[in-house]
């Protein structure tokens, strides 16, 4: 070690001691040429997960655990409870005849239906009914529980939804907040149906009241958003990067139908093979219908319905189908272009 190398690292010991460091050490770390997420592309197959969470309703009931929820954490974002870097990722699941009290919290929160039928959320003070492949938000410091009653004249079964939240980003900025009902379930003060009613048919009421960030709209049925790709795959050929792809809204504002996620729904043809994109909002899918390959950055994995994986911020993502695939999707890409960030770029092959 030369004179100059021994004088730099005495001095970064002594400076150490105040808890300061030289940026010029870190520089390149700290404001990267590109994107270098921790996070690594991932999948998680519903058939070596729906039993393990099967396992877990004999271990511990909905009520007591507030949540039954295993975490799909990124093996990049280990011990963070993190799919990416801004965006939480979990199956619930809930038994017939169960309540999952109620609580709200400042992260906002969705609800992917995965698997099973006869459970509800209900979402201040308003039910709705999930079916697989609807997609339900619960806005940020709104009352919800969840329960399952079943289906009339139908044997009772399991009900299990991707929750997707923007935990981790409510984390880094050290704002949150929670709080438990008084009661099981929180009051009901209208019909099931009626935001929908209200604000789910490109039209809205005259003198409506809603002033929140997040759409009126809590429950999109997948009957309708799936109705929606079928027509475009009648009138229109697919995009070459991404097929037939939509983006749900807040019917007010056609934002995102929350601040700081996006959600999507696309549908790939029969033999599609898509050319490669990537951007710089890292997203998390889940497989609705049909069976195909996620290449991400180089890696490839198949998916089966059901399936939930993770494509990294600016990762290259390459989809193909075997079949006519549906995808649901998620991002933080309202925070990215909020700030002035968010950059994507198509190639072309």
């Known amino acids: 070690m030369n004179a100059l190398a021994a004088d730099r690292r005495a001095y970064y010991e002594r400076i150490r001691q ?48 507030v ?19 801004s965006l939480y990722a979990g ?29 509800y959320t209900a979402v201040d003070g308003e039910r709705t009914t999930m079916h697989p492949g609807d997609f339900i938000i619960t806005p940020a410091w709104t009352w919800h529980d969840h329960g399952n009653e079943g289906v009339a004249g139908e044997s009772p079964e399991p009900v299990i939804w991707l929750d997707g939240l923007d935990v981790p980003l409510v984390r880094f900025l050290d704002a949150g907040f929670a709080e438990n009902g008084d009661e099981r379930t929180h009051a ?26 997040s759409s009126p709209i809590f429950s999109y049925p997948y009957s309708r958003s799936r109705e929606a790709l079928a027509s475009l795959q009648q009138r229109e050929a697919p995009d070459a990067w991404e097929g037939w792809k939509l983006r749900y809204v807040h019917p007010l504002t056609g934002g995102a139908p929350m601040p700081t996620i996006a959600t999507y729904l696309q549908l790939l043809p029969r033999g599609f093979r898509g050319k490669g994109a990537r951007a710089t909002d890292g997203a998390i899918y889940s497989v609705v219908e049909g069976r195909g390959t996620a290449e991400i950055a180089g890696q490839r994995l198949d998916f089966a319905p059901k399936d939930t994986f993770v494509v990294p911020s600016w990762a290259t993502l390459r989809l193909h189908a075997e079949q006519d695939v549906v995808l649901f999707s998620y991002s933080d890409r309202p925070v990215q272009e909020a700030l002035a960030m968010h950059r994507e770029q198509r190639l072309d092959h």
């Open 188 to 213: 009901l003060t209208r019909r099931e149906g009626t935001s929908f009613a209200r604000y789910g048919h490109n039209m809205v009421p005259v003198r409506h009241l809603h002033r929140g960030a």
């Open 67 to 85: 949540r039954r929820v295993l975490v799909l954490e990124n093996p990049g974002l280990a011990g963070r409870s993190s799919a990416t870097q």
């Open 91 to 119: 199956l619930q699941l809930i038994m017939p005849g169960e309540i999952a009290p109620a609580h709200r919290h400042v992260q906002s929160a969705l609800r992917f239906i995965v698997d099973g039928r006869g459970a």
């Open 18 to 65: 105040l808890s300061l460091f030289p940026l010029w050490e870190q520089l390149h770390d700290l404001v990267p040429q590109e994107p270098a997420s921790p996070c690594v592309p991932v999948l998680w197959r519903f058939a070596d997960v729906k039993p393990l969470l099967m396992e877990s309703a004999g271990l511990i009931t909905a009520e007591e655990a």
